[in-house]
């Protein structure tokens, strides 16, 4: 089984670096009804890890700039999957941070499992690393389901792929007239980098992955009183815990935006190709609003807008216009456009859809589960979010002492709560 990685994948490839890894993260805990065998649970991942095709793959790169997925002929799952124990929740979150600042092998399929075991009530979580030119967040939440327990969460199966000729085939008219319209949104969307910007900063200080969790219930109180999706008002959550950040910085203006890049996923509800089908909407963020309920209105307007312009036009789409270039641009290119992430976006804000089914490993209920975004380079801080069962999952990847501290996370999350929940309905907008 071969096939060819797009010029998007390729990009994902070429960006890789030691203070700014490109791979997707979660940290799932699971409540097990039994004591802890690490070894048995790394050996039910290896076992099925063996049996998911796409994990025994390699990137072979070409001297023309392409690459495709091979056999790894020395694959061996055991090289994959480790095992950890700790105790307390601050050498937990210590572990996670320095197991996700490390780069992965890209002489090797590019991903990693580590069982940690030693969590308070005799929990053990899973932390999962597979590289952005492997999969997008969807295709990542798919794979990382076939190493769960059998559930009545039907998986539909993934068609062959269709073999693409290494050399391009020459555009059409529409096709250069989409790529000129996107590529002409992003150039005039950029801006010089904001100086002494604490959203914006070195990449070579240590990260640091801060967890936090919410009831789902309360979100839906707040979407029922003021309308907009659960994306809208877990948006606004962030937009008022990044005021409360920037504010500390003396960096929150009436007129303070941070420009978000939320990415949006392309690919069909009946799975489609592997790699990664991504588009993307950029949002203002608007942080120097002091009324929380009147942020969530300004985001709620932003992202009606942007839906109804369509992913595949405006400054978020460039992904699309990444997928255009190629993959010897990319190769020649990737060490300069990498650094070029601040001239159109502050941070990456990334919402992973999960299955609503409950789900187990070896038996033992899934409870949560945090993805962790990577950090673009020059940013200090990748947001992601996610939904599972009756709770929300947010998650910072930070390389900035002030939002490491998973306890400032928690109190300004459930301020910001709170003051939506207290603050008045909006207007002017439909439910």
């Known amino acids: 089984m071969t096939d060819h990685l797009s010029p998007l994948d390729i990009a994902f490839l070429a960006m890789e670096g030691d203070t700014n890894p490109l791979h997707l993260g979660a940290v799932a805990t699971f409540a097990p009804s039994t004591p802890v065998h690490p070894a048995r649970i790394a050996a039910v991942l290896c076992e099925r890890a063996q049996e998911i095709p796409r994990l025994r793959q390699r990137a072979r790169t070409s001297m023309f700039g392409g690459a495709r997925w091979v056999e790894d002929p020395g694959f061996a799952p055991e090289d994959h999957v ?24 890209l002489a090797r399929p590019p991903w990693e499992l580590h069982v940690i075991t030693g969590l308070a009530g005799g929990r053990f979580a899973v932390v999962a690393k597979l590289h952005h030119s492997l999969c997008d967040g969807m295709k990542a939440v798919g794979l990382g389901i076939q190493l769960f327990d059998p559930s009545r969460l039907s998986i539909p199966d ?43 900063t070195a990449s070579t200080r240590p990260r640091r992955v801060v967890m936090s969790r919410l009831d789902l219930a309360d979100v ?54 592997s790699g990664n089908q991504i588009s993307g909407f950029l949002v203002a963020l608007p942080v120097g609003e002091a009324d929380p309920a009147e942020r969530l209105r300004n985001i709620r307007a932003q992202m009606e807008s942007a839906k109804a312009a369509g992913p595949d036009r405006g400054a978020g789409a460039l992904p699309l216009l990444a997928d255009k270039v190629p993959p010897l641009v990319h190769r020649l290119a990737a060490p300069v456009m990498g650094r070029c992430a601040p001239l159109l976006f502050d941070t990456l804000v ?50 900035q002492s002030w939002m490491s501290d998973a306890q400032w996370l928690d109190a300004v999350l459930r301020r910001e709560l709170l003051a939506l929940q207290e603050s008045r309905e909006l207007v002017g907008l439909p439910r």
Request: hydrophobic content about 40%; aromatic content about 4%.
């Open 82 to 105: 480790f095992t950890h124990h700790v105790r307390g929740r601050e050498r937990f979150a210590t572990l996670v941070s320095h197991l996700m600042a490390q780069p992965l092998d």
């Open 158 to 200: 993934a068609p062959e792929p269709i073999a693409k000729s290494i050399i391009p085939s020459m555009p059409s008219l529409r096709e250069l007239k989409d790529t000129f319209d996107i590529a002409s949104s992003v150039l005039m969307n950029t801006r010089p980098p904001t100086l002494n910007s604490p959203v914006l």
């Open 220 to 273: 839906h109180r707040i979407r029922r009183t003021h309308g907009g999706t659960v994306n809208d008002v877990l948006l606004a959550l962030v937009t008022g815990s990044l005021r409360h950040w920037l504010s500390a910085h003396g960096s929150a203006g009436p007129d303070s935006v941070v420009r978000a890049l939320i990415p949006v996923n392309q690919r069909s509800r009946t799975g489609g190709a």
């Open 350 to 399: 990334t919402s992973v859809p999960l299955p609503s089914v409950p789900l187990a490993l070896d038996g033992a209920a899934l409870c949560e589960m945090y993805p962790v975004a990577p950090v673009a380079p020059g940013h200090a801080v990748g947001i992601a979010l996610s939904v599972y069962r009756n709770s929300v999952h947010v998650c910072l990847n930070t390389n």
